[in-house]
């Protein structure tokens, strides 16, 4: 039953690398002060600096790797396991490495990502974006897109890029079934045709990755940066 590893494959670098660059800026701190004024000699204020370093390495890589990519990574499997999520396991849907299903319903592609915002700083707000893709076919209305966005009976729907992001008017409680084929039902009135994962992914794909690469560069501000030990980055909220 759409069972993948709760630990990612060579996630654990990504916590190890900026724990190893933070060891290295306070163990050369610790060096340095433990020479200049410490009065110590080489070998003891070496030993002090990989210390820290192992400290730091340890605490990033080790207990934030574990908390994050190992406790709250399983608790969010056992959710999307559970009841809740029952129509798409019994759809085969694919529960993807990522936290995320996707499958084909009634001959379109789609993808149901799990989301969470916190509102006013105080409560965690859990609810689905449901996005399905589509083709023109043969029909070129480069405005069609922006036209069909808005509200709807079933809930708000966002065309562009031929996918559409669909945000369940019961979001609080969904019914995976009647959002699904409400939505389809809509993607047909309007003549939208399915679109294969493949081709989707190889073209309209890869020029909305390359947008939201651009935004998030534009959004960056650069924090710390040490060579290729540390690269720390604030990204603002869109």
């Given amino acids: 039953m759409n069972d993948i590893p709760v630990i990612r494959k060579?996630?654990?670098?990504?916590?190890?690398?900026?724990?190893?660059?933070?060891?290295?800026?306070?163990?050369?701190?610790?060096?340095?002060?433990?020479?200049?004024?410490?009065?110590?000699?080489?070998?003891?204020?070496?030993?002090?600096?990989?210390?820290?370093?192992?400290?730091?390495?340890?605490i990033v890589g080790g207990i934030v790797f574990f908390g994050h990519e190992y406790f709250k990574r399983k608790k969010n499997i056992k959710k999307l396991k559970s009841e809740k999520y029952s129509f798409l396991h019994e759809q085969s849907f694919q529960l993807h490495s990522d936290l995320y299903f996707e499958g084909t319903y009634k001959e379109y592609f789609i993808r149901i990502f799990p989301m969470s915002e916190w509102q006013n700083a105080r409560k965690e707000i859990e609810y689905d974006l449901i996005v399905a893709y589509y083709t023109f076919g043969l029909e070129k209305d480069e405005k069609k897109e922006e036209n069909l966005s808005g509200v709807y009976f079933l809930g708000e729907l966002h065309f562009s890029y031929h996918c559409v992001g669909y945000y369940p008017k019961d979001w609080r409680n969904p019914d995976f079934k009647e959002n699904l084929d409400g939505l389809i039902s809509i993607l047909k009135r309007e003549n939208?045709?399915?679109?294969?994962?493949?081709?989707?992914?190889?073209?309209?794909?890869?020029?909305l990755k390359e947008q939201n690469e651009k935004d998030e560069k534009d959004r960056t501000k650069q924090v710390i940066k040490i060579g290729k030990l540390l690269d720390v980055k604030y990204i603002k909220k869109k």
Avoid: R
């Fill in 10 to 58: 060579g996630s654990f670098k990504d916590y190890f690398k900026p724990g190893c660059g933070l060891g290295v800026i306070f163990g050369s701190l610790v060096i340095i002060n433990s020479l200049v004024d410490g009065g110590h000699g080489l070998l003891y204020s070496l030993l002090m600096g990989f210390f820290v370093w192992i400290t730091m390495a340890f």
């Fill in 192 to 207: 939208l045709k399915p679109f294969s994962k493949e081709d989707w992914d190889n073209s309209f794909g890869k020029k």
